[in-house]
């Protein structure tokens, strides 16, 4: 079904729907990240791939907020998401509830492995960072891998919510939920 700017923005989903669709074990950490069309955009993200949930950290703009309403189509109304001071707390938080989450940063790094390489089996924390400075390095020392997405041009980096679409799509294909 093909549906028109007005449409996608107009969707408003019932209480009953929202129970309908399956929450994969995933969680989406953004580390100081500024720019507040990338935070609805992965909002957008977040609700196409059943994320379980959003930690706003730091810098991080939560909605309300004008332009994460409209990069986010509607989403931040029903995706879950939490404001926490940092990246670290949000990690450690996750850690408490589940001692198995796999932590991975999407960061150019010295330890990186290529992002085709990861162990994405669930559950799982994806980080993303500051558009200038990428991830903390308190988040990095906290991760337990740090995976990043080969760059063959001219430019050395992508997106932050470009690469985490990347990535997120990689982690539902290898646990088969693509």
Known sequence: MKLNAKELRES???PSDLEKIKKNN???????????????SIFRLADATGV???????ETETPPNSRIKKASVGTWQWVDFEHVSDASTAIKKLREKDKKIKIIAIEQNEKSIPYTGADYSMPLALIVGHETFGVSKDAIS?????VELPMLGVNISLNVMVSLGIVLYQALEHDGLS
Do not use: M, Q
Not at 27 to 38: A, F
């Open 12 to 14: 408003n989903p019932t």
């Open 26 to 40: 995933i969680y989406i950490i953004l580390d100081n990240v500024l720019d507040t069309y990338n935070i609805g």
């Open 52 to 58: 379980k949930k959003i930690y706003l950290c730091g």
């Open 142 to 146: 906290l991760s337990d891998t740090i």
